[in-house]
């Protein structure tokens, strides 16, 4: 079982609708957890971090976290062609050594 | 607010050779982490360095070496090179305070090494 699970997708959206990626993780002590985006060929960029259950609001981006579940996801509202992109899940414990990532789930949205 | 800077951006080596890898973290950072990122997968961590030591390690051979300086900066080393160490190398930067981490970190351009 890989640490942190994401699908790879592609997932596919029509311009103006709700993205939603998921990921789970099998570590219970992780305290720590965030979303990145990456376009193709560039670098990962922060999007946004959670550290509590419950849900945080950034703009156009949720991030929803249950650690009972051992999930988190990302909701992408009002999905623009620009929010087309990988996202990736990482995963850290509260020490903050190391980030484990998944493998990133594809988002495409059409206009 | 200068952010995370690697170099070099693009690099090509041989099979056996030896490479070094650079990053300056962003401005007030003093925590750097390593990561090899290969095609379509999610970056794996190699290691961490703050106040100029290796905090913790990841599941890399100790082809893998790296060094912090006074002022933060970092260099990645890789010895003995193989054709799978062709990956995107990057670079992360964070702050850990005294009373409390921040756990965020952010990633610099990357460096793309290609080993033949």
């Known amino acids: 079982q890989k640490e942190v699970e994401q699908n790879s997708g592609p997932l596919s959206v029509p311009e103006g609708a709700i993205a939603s990626l998921n990921c789970t993780y099998s570590?219970?002590?992780?305290?720590?957890f965030f979303w990145y985006r990456q376009y193709s060929g560039k670098s990962p960029e922060l999007i946004m971090s959670?550290?509590?259950?419950g849900d945080k609001e950034d703009g156009r981006f949720t991030a929803q976290l249950n650690k009972a579940s051992q999930y988190v996801s990302l909701l992408i509202r009002d999905s623009q062609p620009s929010d087309s992109a990988t996202y990736l899940c990482?995963?850290?414990?509260?020490?903050?050594?190391?980030?484990?990532f998944g493998a990133g789930t594809r988002l495409t949205v059409k206009p | 607010d200068a952010g995370v800077t690697q170099s070099p951006t693009h690099l090509i080596k041989t099979r056996g050779q030896q490479v070094t890898l650079r990053c300056s973290p962003k401005?007030?950072?003093?925590?750097v982490s390593w990561y090899q990122q290969a095609l379509g997968q999610g970056p794996q961590f190699i290691f961490q360095?703050?106040?100029?030591?290796?905090?913790q390690r990841g599941n890399f051979p100790d082809r893998f070496s790296g060094h912090q300086f006074p002022n933060y900066s970092s260099e990645l080393n890789v010895n003995a090179l193989l054709l799978g160490d062709s990956a995107l190398y990057l670079c992360?930067?964070?702050?850990?305070?005294?009373?409390?981490?921040?756990?965020?970190?952010?990633f610099g351009p990357g460096t793309r090494l290609t080993v033949t």
């Open positions: 992360a930067s964070s702050l850990v305070y005294l009373a409390r981490s921040s756990y965020e970190q952010y």
């Open positions: 570590d219970r002590v992780s305290q720590s």
């Open positions: 959670i550290y509590s259950n």
């Open positions: 990482a995963v850290s414990s509260n020490n903050n050594n190391d980030m484990r």
């Open positions: 401005s007030g950072h003093d925590t």
């Open positions: 360095y703050y106040e100029e030591e290796e905090r």
